[in-house]
């Protein structure tokens, strides 16, 4: 694929998708002070991604969002140095990950304290089942900041299929079928740290069973399937 015939129209909804994840995550305070961080969303159907550009989620618009392809070629607008560093994280995650469609990565303070701990988190907050985090957090060993050894640790962390990894000594990677449901899964890791800071105040968090959390993850799809229910009209008089 060319610069010449690029699908313009599908990037510009996902560049679209980017800012409004950005925008959720810092409304839900699910970032640092700094705001650093980086999110990339795949477009179906092609070898392409969308990725934000610098360091942080709060100075984002539209024609500072790189487009590049699974080999990490830029295809489309620019690459800061800060950027540059992390293109691997995102392309191998792909590769490794077909169902991934959206990756969100930050420094949330509380999930990041268990990363900086090298502590998984448990789940033990009904949110994060919801949203497809069926069993503890792992946590990928570290390695430099957008190293190979670092991206080898997140891709052998994430490849039976966790849908969030933290990463030792830095941060959270938070992963989706879209770019607002990788969102969910950071915003519901963040809490679910934060909640299990606080019970650890009286006596620690206890974990859903297996089969708890697969019934939490169920709930949400069987609603879906009965669709929007509306009241009956009012009777006449």
């Not at 640092?32 to 550009?53: A, M, Q, Y």
């Not at 992390?86 to 792909?94: D, F, K, R």
């Not at 033990?124 to 089942?129: G, S």
């Not at 990463?167 to 079928?177: D, K």
Request: aromatic share 4%; proline share 8%; hydrophobic share 50%.
């Amino acid at each position: 694929m060319t610069a010449r015939n690029l699908p313009r129209r599908d990037i510009a909804l996902h560049r679209q998708a980017v800012l409004d994840a950005a925008a959720s995550l810092l409304r839900a305070g699910a970032v640092s002070e700094s705001k650093h961080g980086n999110i990339s969303v795949r477009i179906p159907g092609t070898d392409l991604l969308v990725l934000t550009n610098g360091a942080s989620l709060a100075e984002l618009w539209p024609e500072r969002l790189a487009v590049l392809d699974l080999d990490g070629r830029l295809m489309d607008g620019f690459l800061e140095a800060v950027t540059h560093e992390i293109v691997p994280m995102h392309t191998q995650v792909y590769r490794a990950r077909e169902d991934v469609g959206a990756i969100v990565h930050t420094h949330s303070p509380h999930a990041t304290a268990f990363a900086v701990a090298n502590r998984p988190l448990p789940c033990a907050y009904e949110p994060m089942a919801r949203f497809g985090i069926l069993g503890p957090v792992p946590v990928a060993p570290y390695g430099p900041r957008g190293s190979p050894q670092a991206v080898n640790n997140i891709v052998r962390t994430i490849e039976d299929g966790a849908m969030a990894v933290l990463l030792q000594n830095h941060g959270i990677l938070a992963l989706g079928v879209d770019a607002a449901h990788a969102v969910q899964v950071a915003i519901a890791l963040e809490e679910g740290a934060r909640m299990a800071i606080l019970a650890a105040s009286i006596g620690g968090a206890v974990p859903l069973s297996p089969e708890m959390a697969a019934l939490a993850r169920a709930r949400p799809e069987e609603f879906q399937r009965t669709g929007i229910v509306a009241a009956p009209p009012p009777a006449e008089a």
